[in-house]
């Protein structure tokens, strides 16, 4: 059976006005754009969304605002993760309150906390939070989890799941294997394919803000068992995310979606702001999507 917050999420954008603020209505459109795409959900307050360039207070409003624009129309999932438990827990509480489905949060970062300080942060919000939990393994950017340590984890009642941002898709099968009725989210983009084939139950990731009627495609094709398309769409996919490597994930992703009319300002400094000539190449590499797009109907 699948599980009910499976699928394809899109890691969601913040939009910012020409002040730096949170952009009101460019997230309503963003919102609409996710459900108009048929995404199972979105994953608000991530990395994708900027949220460590951000206040508490900032992320809090964010996760209210996407919340009050999406009206059960589409699963959210918080990303609540900070460095100090108590910032986890008070985010936490918003989530619970705004309506989200669950929770999820990074392993805490910059300080060489050690292991046993690191799984006491992911029970203690597993224990006090109202909402269930996804824990985050990216071992590229913290300390990544040992298998038994996310089967540990994974055996708390209120642990359901985990976002693997890893290219080991061995280790991606190998807790599927370990625990089967966990929620496997992959985490890379360029190897949602992989990851679904591997037994991922879905994925979270940045480019689906903007083609993510893309990889919905490749998640159907794949329970279809027709491989060969899937990945003829992950190579379509992955054109534009060699483009987004080199100018930028996060400035160059709100520029695409500023290509789709979906106005998202500028990546906090210290991000780039993009050139005209990244337009222009940002502009070339996405057309065959949306090309792909229009004739779909």
Request: with cysteine; aromatic share 8%.
């Amino acid at each position: 059976m699948t599980p009910p917050l499976a699928g394809i999420y899109a890691a969601l954008l913040t939009p910012f006005n020409t002040k730096g603020e949170i952009d009101p209505a460019a997230t309503e459109a963003l919102v609409a754009f996710q459900i108009q795409q048929g995404l199972a959900g979105v994953y608000v307050g991530g990395s994708s969304g900027e949220a460590m360039a951000q206040s508490i207070a900032e992320r809090a409003d964010y996760l209210r605002l996407v919340a009050g624009f999406a009206q059960g129309q589409i699963k959210l999932i918080a990303h609540v993760g900070a460095v100090a438990t108590d910032d986890v827990l008070a985010l936490a509480a918003v989530a619970a309150d705004a309506g989200y489905d669950t929770i999820s949060a990074i392993t805490p970062y910059y300080y060489p906390f050690s292991r046993a300080e690191v799984m006491a942060h992911y029970s203690d919000i597993a224990e006090r939070a109202a909402l269930p939990l996804v824990i985050y393994n990216f071992p590229a950017i913290t300390a990544g989890f040992t298998l038994a340590e996310m089967a540990t984890l994974l055996d708390h009642p209120k642990i359901i799941g985990v976002k693997h941002t890893s290219t080991d898709m061995y280790m991606l099968e190998k807790i599927k294997r370990r625990c089967p009725n966990a929620l496997i989210y992959n985490g890379y983009d360029e190897m949602c394919l992989a990851g679904l084939v591997t037994g991922a139950d879905g994925a979270i990731g940045t480019t689906y803000n903007f083609m993510g009627d893309l990889f919905v495609e490749i998640e159907r094709l794949v329970k279809a068992q027709q491989t060969e398309s899937a990945r003829s769409l992950q190579i379509m996919a992955n054109a534009v995310i060699d483009v987004l490597v080199e100018v930028g994930v996060m400035p160059g992703s709100k520029g695409l979606l500023g290509i789709m009319g979906i106005p998202m300002g500028d990546a906090r400094r210290p991000f780039r702001r993009l050139t005209t000539s990244d337009h222009d190449r940002l502009a070339a590499a996405v057309q065959p999507i949306l090309d792909w797009r229009t004739a779909r109907g």
